[in-house]
């Protein structure tokens, strides 16, 4: 009986010993080697469907990982934390063999990316960094602070501020929206905006009527165009009785559309009292719409298409073993690693070049009809 113990406690004992230096194996420079080549699936965890930019996102890697030869487990979060941390542990339960994962809070997925990485499940980051965690391969984005850039340049331009010393001359009016706390992007974007607008805020070619300069003033969880459209409600009671506001930089397509709403509701866009130049971010149907219709000012355009192209490269390159492209290596730092990054350009889109959507493929042009 004795000896039966003994045999079965040094076997279970060896079997130990393996399954550790497995482990070991797992975590060294081979991790994903063992399984390496096509085949298995893919997890992809999306924020929403509330846009219609995460719903191309999701169908085109799910269209192009099938191409590559992988099956894909698509899932939206709906905008809630848990339910996209309960997707992502159900992933690695079933064993997908890579996750692609948009965040909805950024900082929020430690503890189930460790999870991944002890199961040696490779993860890419998807156009939002994975905040406070080692356990991120990579980033696939698009060039974030340059989307800021863009909006603010538009708004500079419009309005003719010239040189951004100057002096004297009509100040105007603009207030500041900025993206979701949560998002790491938001940063990059209010950043990249207020680089360009600073200067002009500090000569007094910009005046914000509000005083809400500060990005923590500025923010709209969850990117919600009913928030944004209440504090516009709220800027413009408090802030423009005989004034006009002359420009809103809003970041997102769904925020400038809640904007317009607040805007059009307290009587702008009537021949006495024109709509500020609002801008926005994402080429949404609706909002391109709005820009031909003379609603909406501006909008970014990102090839959603690109970028989905862009992670699952990415995803089959680490899949199979080999070094995925990057273009940047330093500026992704998210608190435990600098994630290596392949950023695409942003364009920025006004009236004059919509056609650029239907010659690109993006849109039919009927859809812009
Ligand atoms: C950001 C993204 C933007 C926009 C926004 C709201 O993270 O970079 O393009 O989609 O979320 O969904």
Known sequence: MRTRTLRAAAAAALFTTLLAGCGQEARGGSRYQSDKGKGGTIGLAMPTKASERWIADGENMAEQFRKAGYQ??????????????AQIENMITKGRRLLVVAAIDGSALTD???????????????????????????????????????????????????????????????????????????????????????PYLASGQLVVRSGQTRMNQATTLRWDGGTAQRRMDDLISKNYGAESVDAVLSPYDGMSIGIISALRS???????????????????LASVKS???GEQTQTVFKD?????????????????????????VKDYDNGKKTVPAYLLDPVSIDRTNTQLLVREGYFTADQLS
Not at 267 to 281: E, R, S
Not at 304 to 317: E, H, N, P, S
């Open 112 to 198: 189930v990316l460790r999870r991944a990485h002890d199961a040696g499940i490779p993860v890419i980051s998807y156009d939002r960094l994975i905040m406070g965690t080692e356990h991120v391969d990579y980033y696939a984005s698009f060039d974030n602070e340059r989307v800021g850039e863009l909006q603010a340049r538009y708004i500079v331009d419009k309005l003719r501020l010239g040189a951004p010393a100057r002096t004297g001359g009509k100040p105007y009016d603009i207030e500041l929206f900025a993206g979701s706390p949560d998002d790491n992007n938001t940063r990059y974007f209010w950043n990249g905006a207020m680089k360009v607008l600073q």
């Open 266 to 284: 307290a009587g702008y866009g009537t021949p006495g009292q024109p709509l500020p130049v609002v801008t926005g971010q994402d080429a949404e």
């Open 304 to 328: 959603t298409r690109k970028l989905a192209a862009r992670a699952v490269a990415m995803g089959d390159a680490v899949l199979d073993g080999r070094k995925p492209e990057v273009n940047n």
């Open 291 to 293: 820009i031909m219709r």
């Open 72 to 85: 894909t487990d698509l899932q939206y979060g709906d905008d809630k934390v848990e339910n996209q941390i």
